[in-house]
């Protein structure tokens, strides 16, 4: 079985582009068909109907709050997507790549500079429900999904370690202070 991941606090809200993330799995639905071995994960407040908008077997693990089921979920999944409409930061994503799970998004806010595009994740065009049904099958299709998550947990190790983010605050912070 493969897993497609998507979860967000507050799930049916128009900033995490719920709508998106349904419509884009309808079409690889359609690619792909019954048959696939592809279920839908979820996580995060959502409404009854929600486990049951999608052509895939769905599960719902509801509200999150302890860290260890959070990285079980993120590790157990083949393509966590977050198609936010904003997004200041990303830290489903950091936290995601971290797992070694590579992410689809849109090229909106910051995720253009956690995402590579189709090195560690794809990045769809903001708000193509299209492309980003693409980049969910770009990694569920991909000859080396290990190589795909592999990137995805050194490209975090590397741009966004607690040391390095550390001094870089540190020294942010310190020119402030001088000025």
Not at 23 to 46: C, M, R
Not at 84 to 92: D, I, M
Not at 95 to 106: A, D, I, K, N, R
Not at 152 to 158: F, P, V
């Amino acid at each position: 079985t493969r897993y497609i991941l998507f979860g967000a606090a507050s799930m049916k809200s128009v900033f995490k582009g719920y709508d998106y993330f349904r419509e884009a799995v309808n079409l690889v639905h359609q690619e792909l068909g019954d048959d696939a071995g592809v279920e839908i994960l979820l996580f995060g407040k959502a409404d009854d109907d929600v486990a049951n908008a999608f052509p895939f077997k769905t599960r719902h693990a509801g509200r999150i709050n302890k860290v260890e089921d959070m990285i079980d979920l993120y590790s157990v999944a083949d393509v966590y997507v977050n198609p936010s409409l904003q997004e200041s930061f990303g830290y489903t994503i950091l936290e995601s790549m971290l797992c070694g799970t590579p992410v689809v998004g849109f090229k909106t806010g910051a995720i253009p500079e956690i995402i590579l595009h189709k090195e560690n994740g794809y990045l769809a065009d903001n708000k193509s429900v299209e492309d980003l049904a693409n980049g969910i099958l770009w990694i569920l299709r991909s000859d080396n999904p290990d190589l795909i998550s592999e990137r995805a947990r050194s490209t975090m190790l590397e741009r966004f370690n607690e040391e390095d983010t550390s001094t870089a605050h540190i020294s942010l912070y310190q020119s402030i202070i001088k000025e």
